[in-house]
Structure formats: structure tokens, C-alpha cells
């Protein structure tokens, strides 16, 4: 073979392997891809199961540990950080970012997550941001706690924890029923108001709210109208 034929074929030859070896690549992360549909009906395209979830509230982060291990947290909320206050106070030991609260778009993808989980209170522009950003944003909602778990369960590619960790809420909370049967009725539907540093909290079909039917007991805030 003459060595002009060899400068010729050789770079088609490279580019040839490079176009293939590109085509694997896709092929296998359009194998690795899903969707999964959110609380506002956007179809999220999730390229692979996410390492580094982020979400924006204290009780979606208890959620997710109940569905996947500590390590594939981006972070945790500052609420369950703070070991005094938290329900969980080996979380800090095992997820050392800290988020705040209410986190700005820049705090956010500071933390190179693969998914984000936000309530549907957080404002759209802040959720369009960060899609700009090519960060996959699953929206859920706070009025059913069983359709966020599944939602979240399918996000993170753990359809099965979910289904699990929703048995075994059910099973406690056949335990609580049967402990609350026992009290006195004199001593049931008892009025509770919820005070919170978030003025909105605590009202109708909250998780408060919840807590209050499966107690018998009456959320004030709620039976106000809020």
C-alpha cells in the first residue's frame, strides 16, 4: 500500500472507529434511560439511576433515605443536620453537604446533582432554571404521601423499595390504629394547632393534617378553612 494511500485511509479509518464507539455509548445510555412523569405532568428523561439526588425539603430527604442509600445524596436538608433537632441524627455522620432551606438555583447545581426532587411550591422559574441547567427535576406534590413515595421511588429506579417502604408504613399505621381504639372516646378528637415557622404549614392535606385523621384527633388550621 503506497504512502499516500496510507494517509488517506488512515484518518478515515479513525473516524470510523470513533463514530462507532460513539454510537456504543449512546446506545447504551439510551438502554439506561427512563421516564418518569411528575406531580405537573412533565415527563422527566432520567439518563441513568441518579448518584447524587438533591431534594428541597426536610421530609422529601426522609423519604429518599427510606429508598436509597445515604451515599447517593448530593446533600441533606439543614433541618435534618442539625442533630438536636433531627429525627434522624446519624444522617450528618453519614451525608456531609448541608442545603438550606430554601435554596437558590446556584446553591443547587453547585452540588452537581443528577436529580432534583422539588415541591410544587417552589417557583417555576427556579424549576426551568435548573432543567436549563440539564439537571433532570421531578415536581411532587404534599397532599399524598403514597404518591410521592412511588413518584420518588421511580425517579431514583427503586420501584420496589417504594412498594416496600409503603407496606411498611401501612403496617405501623395499622399499629397506631390499634392503639388509638383503645383510648377512650371522651379522650379523642381533641383540637391540635400546628405552629411553624413556615406561616403556610400545617394546614388542609398537609402531612400534619394526615397525622391528625389517622390520630382522631381535629387540625385546627384546617378546620379554620386553612
Given amino acids: 500500500m503506497s504512502r499516500w494511500l496510507r494517509a488517506v485511509m488512515l484518518p478515515c479509518i479513525f473516524m470510523l472507529l470513533f463514530s462507532l464507539t460513539g454510537c456504543g455509548i449512546s446506545d447504551r445510555q439510551a438502554q439506561n434511560t427512563y421516564n418518569v412523569t411528575d406531580a405537573d405532568g412533565t415527563v422527566v428523561s432520567i ?3 441518579p448518584q447524587r439526588i438533591l431534594t428541597i425539603g426536610a421530609s422529601s430527604d426522609e423519604m429518599m433515605l427510606g429508598l436509597v442509600e445515604p451515599k447517593r445524596m448530593a446533600a441533606i436538608n439543614e433541618t435534618l443536620a ?7 441524627p446519624w444522617v450528618r455522620e453519614k451525608i456531609s ?3 438550606s432551606r430554601n435554596p437558590s438555583v446556584e446553591e443547587i447545581a453547585a452540588l452537581r446533582p443528577d436529580l432534583v426532587a422539588v415541591p410544587e411550591w417552589l417557583p417555576k422559574e427556579n424549576v426551568d432554571a435548573i432543567r436549563d441547567l440539564n439537571i433532570p427535576v421531578v415536581v411532587f406534590r404534599s397532599d399524598d404521601i403514597h404518591e410521592n413515595i412511588r413518584l ?4 431514583v429506579g427503586e420501584s420496589e ?20 381504639a383503645l383510648v377512650p372516646e371522651e379522650k379523642k378528637h381533641k383540637r391540635i394547632a400546628l405552629i411553624s415557622i413556615m406561616p403556610n ?11 391528625c385523621r389517622y390520630t382522631e384527633s381535629i387540625n385546627a388550621k384546617a378546620a379554620a378553612g386553612n
Fill in 47 to 49: 439518563l441513568h439511576k
Fill in 201 to 211: 404549614y400545617g394546614g388542609a392535606g398537609s402531612t400534619f393534617d394526615e397525622l
Fill in 161 to 180: 423499595r417504594g412498594e416496600k417502604l409503603i407496606k411498611k408504613m401501612e403496617d405501623k399505621l395499622t399499629e397506631l390504629q390499634e392503639k388509638i
Fill in 152 to 155: 420518588l421511588a421511580a425517579a
Fill in 97 to 99: 453537604n448541608v442545603i
Fill in 82 to 88: 442539625n442533630t438536636e433537632d433531627t429525627n434522624i
